[in-house]
Antibody
Framework: QVTLRESGPALVKPTQTLTLTCTFS??????????VNWIRQPPGKALEWLAL???????YYSTSLKTRLTISKDTSKNQVVLTMTNMDPVDTATYFC????????????????WGRGTLVTVSS | SYVLTQPPSVSVAPGQTARITCGGN??????VHWYQQKPGQAPVVVVY???DRPSGIPERFSGSNSGNTATLTISRVEAGDEADYSC???????????FGGGTKLTVL
C-alpha cells in the first residue's frame, strides 16, 4: 500500500524557517519515474504547487517562491524534506506532499496519491 | 500565468447530476485532472487525462474537455460525494502545475 504522511511544526514565527518532512511507503524514489511534490492550500483558497524532486534528484520550484524553497530527499529513509525560509503570516496553509509517477508526456503528469496534509500557522 | 476558473459552489439534490466546470484559455488542448477533497482527508484524483478514472472511482464520475471549458460530471449524486473539487493542468508558461480555485459541491 502506498502512503504519504507530512510532518512538521504546527506553529512558526514570522521570519523563521519552516522544515517539513514527507515520509512515504510503498514506493522508492530510486525507481525511475517517481517524483514527490509539495503543494499547499491557504484556508479557503486554492491549491498551490511548490516544488518537485524526482528519482534522478532533479528539482523544480514555484517561480514565485523559488528563492525561499529547498527540496531534498533521503532515499534510505523514504523521506522528502522541504524548507521554506523567511516565513510570513500569508504562508499559513495546509501543506501536502503528493506523488507523480512520470509516464508519457510531461504535460499529462498528475498527482496520483496525496498525504492528508499538515496545517502550518505563521504567527508571533 | 495560466488561470483556471471554477464556480465557487454547486448544489444538487441526491440522485441528480452535478456538473462542475473549469475554464481556461484553450483548455481543450491540455490534459485536465480532477481532485476530490473532503475535510481532514487526503485529496483523491477522481478523473485524470480529461476523462479517465483511476481504479476504485465509481463510473458515476466522468470528465470532458473541449474549447475553453473542461467539465467534471457526477451522475446519481450521493451524500458521500459532498466535497471540494479542483481541476488541474500542466502549463509551460508559468508554474507547471496549475490548480483551479476549487468548487464546493453541496448535496441538498
Amino acid at each position: 500500500q502506498v502512503t504519504l504522511r507530512e510532518s512538521g511544526p504546527a506553529l512558526v514565527k514570522p521570519t523563521q524557517t519552516l522544515t517539513l518532512t514527507c515520509t512515504f511507503s510503498g514506493f522508492s524514489l530510486n525507481t525511475s519515474g517517481m517524483c514527490v511534490n509539495w503543494i499547499r492550500q491557504p484556508p479557503g483558497k486554492a491549491l498551490e504547487w511548490l516544488a518537485l524532486i524526482d528519482w534522478d534528484d532533479d528539482k523544480y520550484y514555484s517561480t514565485s517562491l523559488k528563492t525561499r524553497l529547498t527540496i531534498s530527499k533521503d532515499t534510505s529513509k523514504n523521506q522528502v524534506v522541504l524548507t521554506m525560509t523567511n516565513m510570513d503570516p500569508v504562508d499559513t496553509a495546509t501543506y501536502f506532499c503528493a506523488r507523480i509517477v512520470a509516464a508519457g508526456l510531461l504535460s499529462d503528469w498528475y498527482f496520483d496519491l496525496w498525504g492528508r496534509g499538515t496545517l502550518v500557522t505563521v504567527s508571533s | 500565468s495560466y488561470v483556471l476558473t471554477q464556480p465557487p459552489s454547486v448544489s444538487v439534490a441526491p440522485g441528480q447530476t452535478a456538473r462542475i466546470t473549469c475554464g481556461g484559455n484553450n483548455i481543450g488542448s491540455k490534459s485536465v485532472h480532477w481532485y476530490q477533497q473532503k475535510p481532514g482527508q487526503a485529496p483523491v484524483v477522481v478523473v485524470y487525462d480529461n476523462s479517465d478514472r483511476p481504479s476504485g472511482i465509481p463510473e458515476r464520475f466522468s470528465g470532458s474537455n473541449s474549447g475553453n471549458t473542461a467539465t467534471l460530471t457526477i451522475s446519481r449524486v450521493e451524500a458521500g460525494d459532498e466535497a471540494d473539487y479542483s481541476c488541474q493542468v500542466w502549463d509551460s508558461s508559468s508554474d507547471p502545475w496549475v490548480f483551479g480555485g476549487g468548487t464546493k459541491l453541496t448535496v441538498l
